[in-house]
């Protein structure tokens, strides 16, 4: 059964990070495409990065550019979001998807809360 689990959310105050954690299970993250998303209040879901292949060739929207790092752990079987210089834009529930940019609303976890408020 395939499942991920997001973690690590929570209240930072503008300029600050945090780091979000996908745990995966029922599957191996490192054969397939893994993406983050997210959604704003009152807002559509928004593509913010992804990662593929052995190579883990990365792509990130132009609004997270230069802020956000994608990895992952095979060892973990783990995905990661790595978040600096957090704006208040940047809140919203964020979830990891088995995809490549183009992400169906089919198999996401629970999604994590990010707030960036001062």
């Known amino acids: 059964q395939v499942q991920l689990v997001e973690s690590g959310g929570g209240l930072v105050q503008p300029g600050g990070s945090l780091r979000l954690s996908c745990a995966a299970s029922g599957f191996t993250v490192r054969m397939y495409a893994m993406s983050w998303v997210r959604q704003a209040p009152g807002k559509g879901v928004e593509w913010v990065s992804s990662?593929?292949?052995?190579?883990?060739?990365?792509t990130y929207a132009d609004s997270v550019k230069g802020r956000f790092t994608i990895s992952r752990d095979n060892a973990k079987n783990t995905l990661y979001l790595q978040m600096n210089s957090l704006k208040p834009d940047d809140t919203g529930v964020y979830y990891c998807?088995?995809?490549?940019?183009?992400?169906?609303?089919?198999?996401w976890g629970q999604g994590t809360q990010v707030t960036v408020s001062s």
């Open positions: 990662i593929i292949g052995g190579r883990n060739v990365t």
């Open positions: 998807a088995r995809c490549w940019i183009s992400c169906p609303r089919t198999g």
